[in-house]
Every structure is written in structure tokens, then in C-alpha cells.
């Protein structure tokens, strides 16, 4: 005689995904600070105290370009600045960077 009221095994992937989710809870409330880096300039100190207020340094990137976006110093991703608003700046992520780890 078979049982219809028997519950069905559990799903392998949905057990997996949960006891992943629960170890990751440990970790929810840790700060990190996100820099997003639009590009850079290199200059002689001389060249820095000569800029005054309204001075353009030119960075090494070009209109358009993806900016890097770094997670305590560590560059995980690339992506597009993004108006937030219409008063802030934001980042929208288009490529998730490969860790050389």
C-alpha cells in the first residue's frame, strides 16, 4: 500500500542554495568601502601646486570609456556612470572583473 500524504525527497540544489544563504548571513552587516575610479593622472608635485580652483586635469581616459570600480582597493568590476535622481552621481556595473587569485 502506498502512501499519497509521503513528502518527496528534497531538492538537492534548493537544500545547497539555502545552507549557502544562511553561511553568507554571517557576513551581511560587514562594511567595505566602494571606490569608483573615473581614471588617472600622473604629475610632478610642481605641476599640483600650481592648479588653483576651476584648473582641468586631464585624466587617462576618454569619453565614454568604462571606469573601474574597486571593493576595498580591489578592483572587481568596470562600469558607466549613471545620473542618480538628477542630483547624484551613480555606477552601473557592466563587467565583472576576473579575480587573478
Do not use: C, H, W
Amino acid at each position: 500500500m502506498s502512501d499519497t500524504n509521503q513528502a518527496s525527497p528534497p531538492d538537492f540544489r534548493e537544500t545547497t542554495e539555502t545552507a549557502s544563504a544562511k553561511e553568507l548571513e554571517a557576513v551581511y552587516d560587514i562594511s567595505v568601502t566602494v571606490s569608483a575610479v573615473l581614471g588617472k593622472a600622473t604629475m610632478q608635485v610642481s605641476q599640483l601646486l600650481k592648479l588653483g580652483r576651476g584648473a582641468v586635469v586631464e585624466l587617462d581616459r576618454r569619453l565614454g570609456e568604462a571606469i573601474d570600480i574597486y571593493v576595498n582597493n580591489r578592483l572587481i568590476a568596470r562600469g558607466e556612470v549613471v545620473m542618480v535622481d538628477n542630483t547624484r552621481l551613480g555606477v552601473t556595473m557592466t563587467e565583472i572583473v576576473k579575480s587573478e587569485r
